[in-house]
C-alpha cells in the first residue's frame, strides 16, 4: 500500500502562514487531496488534484506537488482553522490516507 | 444542497452482523460513485469500499473482502454497508461519501455512524 507520511502537529499565531507536508511512499502523480477534520465532525474537502481549490473553501488555502512530496499552505491562517489535516492518495489500489497533522493556534 | 446521513450503526458482538444505509439527497445519486470511510477512535482516515453509479463494479480493502458488501438502490438515492463476520477491529465511525470522477477524491461526507464490535 502507499503510505502517506505527514508530520503529526503544528503549532501556530493566527496570521502567519503555515505549510502541511505530505510525502508518498511511491508516485501518486497528482492525485494527491487534502481534507479538513474539525473535532466532532465529518472531514471536508480543501483541495482535489494537489493544487485545485473545492468549491466554497476560502482562497487562503492552496495546494502544490506533484509525485511524492506535497504541501498545504493556510495563509494567513484563523482561530478557526484549529483542526486536522488528511492527504489522500488515489492514483494507487488501495486508496490511502495520511495519519492526519493537528494544527494548533497559540 | 448535497446531503447524506447514515444510519444503523450501533453495538455488536464479535462475529455478528450489521447492515449500514446512507440516505442521499441534494444530487442525482445514480451520476455518482458513493464509498465508505472508516475512522478508529482518534486514530485516522481509512478507505473501506466503493462502489460505482451503476451499481455494476464494487472494490473493497483487502481486510473486509469476502466479509462486507456494498450495494446501492438508486431508486431510492441509498447506500447500504453490509458487515458479516465483525471483529473488533472493525469497531470505528463509518462515513458515506461521494466520489467524485475522475479523480476520485471524496467531495461529501455524511456525519457518520459509530459501529462498536464488543462482547
Known amino acids: 500500500d502507499t503510505v502517506l507520511t505527514q508530520s503529526p502537529a503544528l503549532a501556530v499565531s493566527p496570521g502567519e502562514r503555515v505549510t502541511i507536508s505530505c510525502r508518498a511512499s511511491?508516485?501518486?502523480?497528482?492525485?494527491m487531496h487534502w481534507y479538513q477534520q474539525k473535532p466532532g465532525q465529518q472531514p471536508k474537502l480543501l483541495i482535489y488534484g494537489a493544487s485545485n481549490l473545492e468549491s466554497g473553501v476560502p482562497a487562503r488555502f492552496s495546494g502544490s506537488g506533484s509525485g511524492t512530496d506535497f504541501t498545504l499552505t493556510i495563509d494567513p491562517v484563523e482561530a478557526n482553522d484549529t483542526a486536522t489535516y488528511f492527504c489522500?492518495?488515489?492514483?494507487?489500489?488501495?486508496?490511502?490516507f495520511g495519519a492526519g497533522t493537528k494544527l494548533e493556534l497559540k | 444542497e448535497v446531503q447524506l446521513v447514515e444510519s444503523g450503526g450501533g453495538l455488536v458482538q464479535p462475529g455478528r452482523s450489521m447492515k449500514l444505509s446512507c440516505a442521499a439527497s441534494?444530487?442525482?445519486?445514480?451520476?455518482?460513485?458513493m464509498a465508505w470511510v472508516r475512522q478508529a477512535p482518534t486514530k485516522g482516515l481509512e478507505w473501506v469500499a466503493t462502489?460505482?453509479?451503476?451499481?455494476?463494479?464494487?472494490y473493497y480493502r483487502d481486510s473486509v473482502k469476502g466479509r462486507f458488501t456494498i450495494s446501492r438502490d438508486n431508486a431510492k438515492s441509498t447506500l447500504y454497508l453490509q458487515m458479516n463476520s465483525l471483529r473488533s477491529e472493525d469497531t470505528a465511525t463509518y462515513y458515506c461519501t461521494r466520489v467524485n470522477n475522475p479523480y476520485w477524491y471524496f467531495d461529501f461526507w455524511g456525519p457518520g455512524t459509530m459501529v462498536t464490535v464488543s462482547s
Open positions: 441534494g444530487f442525482t445519486f445514480s451520476n455518482y460513485g
Open positions: 462502489i460505482s453509479y451503476d451499481g455494476s463494479s464494487t
Open positions: 511511491e508516485s501518486v502523480s497528482t492525485r
Open positions: 489522500q492518495q488515489s492514483w494507487n489500489d488501495p486508496y490511502t
